[in-house]
């Protein structure tokens, strides 16, 4: 429902402002997405959004988008620079959206991943310690790209729901599955349970040659910082530690690239 607002005091707004400074301090129980790709598929979760926010010149372009929009949803419309004094910082397409955030119970694995007991071919990516926003969103971007589907992120990695972490992700961390482990150690036998191998990407004495091992029909890959690495007792919990084969004067990828490559090289059977 398109609801033009002209007072910037108004208080349907307040999730809207002063973003950058809120980013850090917390919402009240919601988050904010932006750009028309990242908000495009996050409509398409209802149960989440909250409102939007447009300029008047984003409204057409959003014509697509818009259409999928309960009419329960408000969509408020005022001019570019309202919506720079409101959000505080520069907003070059016009284009902000609200959600609910869900409460940590319902984010954790095991509940929001059940559908991983299904059988057949799963490919499941979990970073620990990735405490990078940029990272992380790159990480989902990968996933979606290479088909893999779900991503578990241990109780350290940063928020996917940050802004800037679905607007790097181009809007999957609303497209691919992912929980919360906030017991890593349970979540990794839990997986086990389902059938699924664990596999590390990471150097050391145990690491072998990605290449060398092959595709699984369930397979988990665990995905390290590239400065600190997976613990040696997360390490000690996996089935398989693998390496990606590099020059010597460079020891490590950052951990979004590295995943990329292995998930490239985990589906070399299908190319």
Not at 49 to 65: I, T
Not at 122 to 129: A, D, F, L, N, T
Not at 137 to 149: K, L, T, W
Not at 236 to 254: F, R, T
Request: some cysteine; aromatic content about 6%; overall charge negative.
């Amino acid at each position: 429902m398109i609801v033009p607002v002209d007072d910037l005091e108004d208080p349907r707004l307040e999730p809207y402002r002063d973003v950058r400074d809120r980013d850090l301090r917390g919402r009240d129980d919601l988050f904010l997405v932006e750009s028309k790709r990242v908000v495009a598929r996050f409509v398409k979760h209802h149960e989440q959004v909250h409102s939007l926010l447009l300029s008047e010149a984003a409204v057409d372009n959003m014509e697509d988008v818009l259409r999928d929009v309960p009419d329960s949803i408000p969509v408020y419309v005022t001019s570019l620079e309202g919506m720079i004094q409101i959000a505080g910082f520069r907003i070059h397409r016009g284009v902000l959206a609200a959600g609910h955030r869900p409460h940590h119970r319902k984010l954790e694995a095991q509940t929001r991943l059940a559908g991983l007991a299904t059988p057949g071919r799963k490919r499941v990516v979990v970073p620990v310690g990735v405490t990078d926003v940029d990272n992380i969103g790159s990480i989902f971007r990968n996933v979606a790209g290479f088909e893999a589907d779900a991503v578990v992120l241990d109780a350290a990695c940063a928020d996917p729901l940050y802004r800037k972490a679905s607007r790097v992700s181009v809007g999957h961390v609303f497209s691919i599955p992912w929980g919360v482990a906030s017991n890593l150690f349970e979540t990794l036998n839990w997986l086990r349970l389902l059938q699924f191998r664990i596999i590390a990407l990471e150097t050391g004495p145990r690491s072998v040659d990605l290449r060398r091992v092959e595709p699984g029909e369930r397979d988990v890959l665990l995905v390290g910082a590239e400065a600190t690495g997976i613990p040696d007792d997360v390490l000690a919990a996996c089935d398989e530690v693998v390496n990606i084969p590099m020059a010597s004067a460079v020891p490590s990828l950052n951990v979004s690239v590295a995943t990329a490559v292995a998930l490239h090289e985990w589906n070399r059977d299908l190319l």
